[in-house]
């Protein structure tokens, strides 16, 4: 099992920037790929970004490319989401997921472990 922890949410003026980390735990060495989804009220998870653990491959939304970025950090088994100039439709909660395989990153549901959400907040 791999455990994930978040942290780093809060509320921010649009415009600004938070940095959000995922940190991992347990069985790290089957992990291939990181990625961060969100959730706002009354909507499905989506995409946010993802990197392979190995290549460093980066991926993101359409809504968040030029914004947001991803990183990672293999020997503290942590994975970082830059997020500058937010925009109040960022507003969700923010998940880490780890998988064992690199197909289909974009897809939540083929990720294996979660973390619990950190409340990103941006108001207007």
């Known amino acids: 099992q791999v455990q994930l922890v978040e942290s780093g949410g809060g509320l921010v003026q649009a415009g600004g920037s938070l940095r959000l980390s995922c940190a991992a735990s347990?069985?790290?060495?089957?992990?291939?790929?990181m990625g961060w989804f969100r959730q706002a009220p009354g909507k499905e998870r989506e995409f946010v970004a993802a990197i392979t653990w190995s290549g460093g491959r980066t991926y993101y939304a359409d809504s968040v490319k030029g914004r947001f970025s991803i990183s990672k950090d293999n020997a503290k088994n942590t994975v970082t989401l830059q997020m500058n100039s937010l925009k109040p439709e960022d507003t969700a909660v923010y998940y880490c997921?780890?998988?064992?395989?690199?197909?289909?990153?974009?897809?939540?549901?083929?990720?294996?472990?979660w973390g619990q959400g950190t409340q990103v907040t941006v108001s207007s």
């Open positions: 347990g069985r790290t060495a089957s992990i291939s790929a």
């Open positions: 997921a780890a998988r064992r395989d690199t197909v289909a990153l974009l897809s939540s549901q083929l990720y294996d472990f």
